[in-house]
């Protein structure tokens, strides 16, 4: 198949389409707008449908009332109005509704910027809106997979009927790369609770009151099960784990700057290894512990003031040590500036 | 209509459950809910409503239908209707909101929705005050009506004066139908039934928005007994004349 050269946010949306979404809604936001600009080139074509809303907070909620009639849907926007959307994620999780959203991150907080940043790791991971609840987070490293997480993420919301992210950031989302756009097998699953008309079967509700003594620690204790199923989803890249000393860590588009450095390092015969959380939840805890356990330290690379070095700390559970290197947007990294990083962590043993 | 068509006046709606309602004694919700049953066995599309409840005291809706319902965030209700309708046009869509709702922290959502045509059927229940929450104001409180957040009274200095969201929608080249109704006299439910029909008409029929308004009596915050409610009702259409302001089905 031949490769086409693409952005990340179109991978993205042509994920969607190969996924078989068939409604599309959001509103303008920079660095993401390839996404919903491709939706609407495309979607009418293939008799689906595209709508610009009022607002993020009518989008991700006209995505609540597509996808409760059992069609797949989804929305993107951008950091701000990721906030926007936040009180309808409650919602969707409560309703248990597969519906696939996609932040393609700026920096914050506030306006902050436009450019790649990882911010919104704490907002993505531990459900922005009220209640108990967690969103399917999958975050890409290249055009490639993003294309490819995009369909997993609609069939993954659909397996456990529950909300998918798409987390990635203004980098991905901006840059281009060849896409091998090859057809993917994304599989259904049986949608006894769409709201697609109470023809010749009792009605349905979908609901997220419950008042009945007992009824909402039920409906909490169900979701908490859904969530513990979940982690048999947890995926991550691990790289030269035999023999490492150090173990560096990052996710997303960083991963690959991080990577770059690790190879540096290993050239030089640093015994450094390389994890990237593909999930960011459920967050793939098991490579990280089997690394605590054989004495591996970590070093985690973000592009914040360290918010994923949380979930490799309780991975590791006091196992070993964990250092954070944390770099708030507006710049990024070079591989050197890492390398060094890692030079002065192993040296200092 | 032929007289064969016409049915026996009280058999029990086929879209509406028989558990009893929990509205307070003369509220007019019940009348309104027992209405837009009848419209919906009517025109013959129970097996293809899509209801979507909001919040405020009709947000137990699927009680009450035998139709699928969805539960929409405050204010949400007319983007999720909108979402439900533009995935499956053949679903015969309606959202039931307040005033609070629909008026207040969802008014972006019924304007743009309402702008836009959308091919689906909004109620709002008029009865000007935030009655779940305990009567607080709302954008439909009249000037000098007292609620539990002005105490004194809506002073049209601080809070301004009550939207007229008919008379608004009326002016919409999406909206195919627009009418305030009320329920308390015998006549009036009859047009409100009508109202109610065409509304759904509206978007049967391709045509555009839909949307009704029923001033509604709500005794409990009112702070009177039912009947003194039902007639306090002839007072608030001074404010909010009755009437269809625009029809093209
Ligand atoms: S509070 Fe008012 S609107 Fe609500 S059920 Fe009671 S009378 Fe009806």
Not at chain 1, 25 to 35: A, R, S, V
Not at chain 1, 48 to 56: D, R
Not at chain 2, 85 to 97: D, G, H, I, M, N
Not at chain 2, 183 to 208: H, I, M, S, Y
């Amino acid at each position: 198949m031949k490769p086409v050269l693409v952005k990340g946010s179109e991978a993205i949306a042509l994920g969607a389409l190969e996924a078989g979404c068939r409604c599309y809604f959001g509103y303008p936001i920079t660095p993401q707008n390839e996404i919903p600009e491709l939706m609407a080139r495309e979607l009418p074509k293939r008799g689906g449908v595209f709508l610009q809303a009022e607002s993020e907070l009518a989008a991700v909620n006209m995505l609540l009332g597509a996808v409760s009639t059992g069609v797949r849907a989804m929305t993107s926007s951008s950091s701000p109005g990721i906030s926007l959307m936040a009180e309808t994620f409650s919602y969707l999780a409560a309703l248990e509704l597969p519906a696939v959203i996609v932040n393609v991150s700026r920096g914050g907080p506030g306006l902050g910027g436009i450019e790649a940043s990882q911010g919104d790791y704490f907002q993505a991971t531990r459900g922005a809106g009220h209640g108990d609840y967690h969103f399917l987070v999958l975050s890409p490293a290249s055009i490639q997979e993003a294309y490819e997480l995009t369909a997993k993420a609609f069939e993954l919301s659909e397996k456990y009927r529950q909300p998918a992210l798409i987390l990635t950031d203004a980098l991905l989302g901006q840059m281009k790369e060849p896409l091998i756009p090859r057809r993917l097998r994304v599989r259904e699953y049986p949608k006894d609770w769409a709201l697609d008309g109470a023809r010749g079967r009792p009605a349905r509700v979908l609901k997220s009151l419950f008042l009945g003594p007992g009824e909402l620690r039920a409906r909490n204790e169900l979701l908490k099960k859904k969530y513990r199923a979940m982690r048999r989803e947890a995926r991550a890249e691990v790289l030269y784990a035999e023999g490492a000393e150090l173990a560096v860590c990052a996710f997303g588009s960083l991963s690959r700057i991080v990577k770059e450095a690790v190879e540096m390092a290993r050239k030089k015969g640093y015994p450094v290894a390389f994890v990237r959380p593909v999930t960011l939840f459920p967050f793939p805890e098991k490579p990280f512990r089997e690394l605590a356990l054989r004495g591996v330290r970590f070093l985690v690379v973000e592009l914040n003031c360290g918010q994923m070095v949380e979930d490799v700390r309780l991975s590791v559970c006091g196992r070993t040590e964990v250092e954070s290197l944390a770099l708030p947007p507006s710049d990024l990294p070079a591989p050197e500036d890492i390398y060094r990083r890692i030079r002065r962590c192993l040296r200092r043993r | 209509m032929s007289p064969k068509k016409i049915k026996p006046p009280l058999t029990f709606p086929r879209s509406l459950t028989e558990r009893p309602f929990h509205y307070c004694p003369g509220c007019h919700h019940g009348i309104a809910h027992r209405l837009l049953a009848e419209v919906i066995d009517e025109l013959g599309i129970r097996e293809r409503a899509y209801g979507v409840a909001s919040i405020g005291c009709a947000c137990f809706l699927y009680y009450y239908y035998d139709v699928d319902i969805c539960e929409a965030p405050h204010g949400r209700a007319c983007a999720a209707a909108t979402g439900a309708k533009r995935a499956r046009p053949e679903l015969a869509v309606f959202t039931y909101q307040g005033d609070g709702d629909f008026a207040a922290i969802g008014l972006t959502e019924s304007l743009h929705a309402a702008a836009r045509g959308e091919r689906i059927t909004a109620i709002m229940i008029n009865n000007t005050v935030y009655g779940m929450t305990g009567g607080q104001l709302s954008p439909t409180t009249l000037p000098g009506q007292r609620t539990t957040t002005t105490p004194e009274g809506r002073d049209p200095r601080v809070y301004g004066y009550p939207l007229k969201v008919a008379e608004i929608l009326a002016q919409f080249p999406g909206v195919a139908f627009c009418a305030r109704v009320a329920v308390n006299t015998p006549k009036r439910v009859l047009e409100a039934r009508e109202a109610l029909r065409r509304a759904f008409l509206a978007q049967l029929e391709d045509r555009g928005f839909g949307y009704v308004e029923f001033l509604s009596a709500c005794p409990v915050n009112w702070k009177l007994d039912p009947v003194s409610a039902a007639r306090k009702v002839d007072e608030l259409t001074e404010t909010f004349p009755l009437g269809v302001f625009r029809d093209l089905t």
